[in-house]
Nanobody, 126 residues
């Protein structure tokens, strides 16, 4: 499985960006896709997760109500719509895929994911 993240950039506080994560390679019957971020000098942190069906989504408290994760299975793409961006959202954003998924489960630890994309930089200016 290869993951390609894109859509990052420089935006002013209060602005919006939409990140994309395109998957290619081997497919699986069920899986979860997550977005994480890592700011300089900080650990990688969970942002959002979506199941293959899209019926289950989870968000970190810090982004709840501002970010929306969605998917287009026909395009093998997962999106992260980020609104009302804040300077503290500045980080490299990574998408990741977990190859197994139990309905209703929540995977927020980087070690729970099997494949990672290369990351896309998001910078929010004040």
């Amino acid at each position: 499985v290869q993951l390609q993240a894109s859509g990052g950039g420089l935006v002013q506080a209060g602005g919006s960006l939409r990140l994309s994560c395109v998957a290619s390679g081997r497919t699986f019957s069920d899986y979860a896709t997550g977005w994480f971020r890592q700011a300089p000098g900080k650990e990688r942190e969970f942002v959002a997760q979506i199941s293959r069906s899209g019926s289950n989504t989870y968000y970190a408290d810090s982004v709840k109500g501002r970010f929306t994760i969605s998917r287009d299975n026909a395009e093998n793409t997962v999106y992260l719509q980020m609104n009302s961006l804040k300077p503290e959202d500045t980080a490299i954003y990574y998408c990741a895929r977990r190859l197994t998924y139990s309905s209703g489960s929540y995977y927020s630890v980087p070690g729970q994911y099997d494949y990672w994309g290369q990351g896309t930089q998001v910078t929010v200016s004040s």
